[in-house]
């Protein structure tokens, strides 16, 4: 079983920037992506930020031109640098590992905190 473990959550102000970590136990290449999910109480789990094996990123459309997903493969670790941060970013953030056809297809972290409030 992969682990994935993430860090670098906590409480910024509006406006302010936080920079989360996910180290994986494995080689990130054994992945079709990487990908940084995250889920406020009482919604659903959506996902934020993804780097396919080939370095191709993509993002959702409410984080666009604040978050940056990279890696550093010789590390095992994905980061999701988030800036101009706004309360509605506010959520438990997890790092998510995709495996594509091979099971299991998704592994996730046990999630980190991030609070964006004055």
């Known amino acids: 079983q992969v682990q994935l473990v993430e860090s670098g959550g906590g409480l910024v102000q509006p406006g302010g920037s936080l920079r989360l970590s996910c180290t994986a136990s494995?080689?990130?290449?054994?992945?079709?992506?990487m990908n940084w999910y995250r889920q406020a109480p009482g919604k659903q789990r959506d996902l934020v930020a993804s780097i396919a094996g080939g370095g191709t990123t993509d993002y959702a459309d409410s984080v666009k031109g604040r978050f940056t997903i990279s890696r550093d493969t010789a590390k095992k670790t994905v980061y999701l640098q988030m800036n101009s941060l706004k309360p509605e970013d506010t959520a438990v953030y997890y790092c998510n590992a995709f495996n594509g056809n091979t099971l299991p297809r998704h592994s996730w972290g046990q999630g980190t905190q991030v609070t964006v409030s004055s």
């Open positions: 494995v080689s990130i290449f054994s992945f079709v992506s």
